[in-house]
Every structure is written in C-alpha cells, then in structure tokens.
C-alpha cells in the first residue's frame, strides 16, 4: 500500500491511473511466468522425443584384395567405431554367395566402442571376383553392402 502511495505521489497519477498501471504490472507478470513455464515444458519434450541413434562409422566399406591364389582362403576385417548415441545391435549378416562366410560382432556395441565384420572369401575359380557382404543394424540407414573385390589366380 506505502508504495502505492509513493508512487502515486512520485509520478503525480491519480489513484484510477495508479489503478491501471498495478493491473498492468500484474498482467506482465503473470504473463512472464506462463510463458517460462510453457518454454520449460517444451524443452522437456523436444528432449524426450528425441530419438537415441545408432552410427556405423566404417574405416573402409570396399576392399581390394589384390591377385590372390586359387584355393586359399582370403579374410577382410571391416572394422566400425559406433559413433551414435545408442548401441549399436547387427542383427544379421549374409554374404553374397555360398564361398564367402561372414563373422561379426554379435554383442551390442556400446556408444565409442568398436565391432567388426569379417568376410572370407574361398576361391574356387580363376578369374576375378566382386562378393558382398549384406550388414542389418538398428542404424538410421539400416543395411551397408560391404565389398570385396580382386582376381584369383593359379
């Protein structure tokens, strides 16, 4: 009330006028403290529908294993870092065809952490060769073809 009256006395306002400008004031207010809350709240949201991801990051994708001999197995090691935010889950791999056997990481891959995929390929026939290796994970692309490629010699 005190300061109502300085106020008043201090701005010259008559009491309707120092009326309006309380009302104001509170209306301001009350305002502001809407509007931080409802700014809190859709920061909150935004933050839970976020979805956590997954991220391959390859060291190579295609391999060029060069002049290899007939009948000797070659292994490629494809190697990963998950650079997403969740972990990383391969749920399948499968070679393009019955001379290549594929291993990977089968345990989830924690966010920072490594995995591999390894192809090797068994040549039965000279000549050269392109196989593929299909990789599913709970990744944003989900599937990568790695690729092995050379010429099998005698």
């Given at each position: 009330?005190?300061?109502?009256?300085?106020?008043?006395?201090?701005?010259?306002?008559n009491?309707?006028?120092?009326?309006?400008?309380?009302?104001i004031?509170?209306?301001v207010?009350?305002?502001?403290a809407?509007v931080a809350?409802?700014?809190?709240r859709?920061?909150k949201?935004?933050?839970?529908l976020?979805p956590r991801?997954?991220?391959?990051?390859?060291?190579l994708?295609?391999a060029?294993?060069?002049k290899i001999?007939?009948?000797?197995?070659?292994?490629?090691?494809?190697?990963?870092?998950?650079q997403?935010d969740?972990?990383l889950v391969?749920?399948?791999?499968k070679a393009?065809?019955?001379?290549?056997?594929?291993e990977?990481?089968?345990e989830?891959?924690?966010?920072?952490?490594?995995?591999f995929?390894?192809?090797?390929y068994?040549a039965?026939h000279?000549?050269?060769f392109n196989k593929t290796v299909?990789?599913n994970?709970n990744?944003?692309?989900?599937v990568v073809l790695l690729?092995?490629?050379g010429?099998?010699v005698?």
């Amino acid at each position: 009330m005190w300061c109502s009256i300085e106020l008043q006395t201090m701005f010259n306002l008559n009491s309707n006028t120092m009326k309006k400008v309380l009302v104001i004031a509170f209306a301001v207010i009350v305002a502001g403290a809407a509007v931080a809350q409802s700014l809190a709240r859709n920061e909150k949201s935004i933050h839970a529908l976020t979805p956590r991801n997954a991220v391959f990051a390859w060291s190579l994708t295609t391999a060029d294993l060069g002049k290899i001999k007939v009948g000797k197995p070659v292994t490629q090691s494809f190697t990963f870092i998950n650079q997403g935010d969740a972990e990383l889950v391969i749920s399948s791999v499968k070679a393009s065809c019955g001379c290549t056997i594929a291993e990977y990481s089968k345990e989830p891959i924690p966010p920072g952490a490594q995995g591999f995929v390894k192809a090797t390929y068994n040549a039965a026939h000279v000549g050269a060769f392109n196989k593929t290796v299909t990789v599913n994970a709970n990744t944003e692309e989900g599937v990568v073809l790695l690729t092995i490629k050379g010429e099998v010699v005698e």
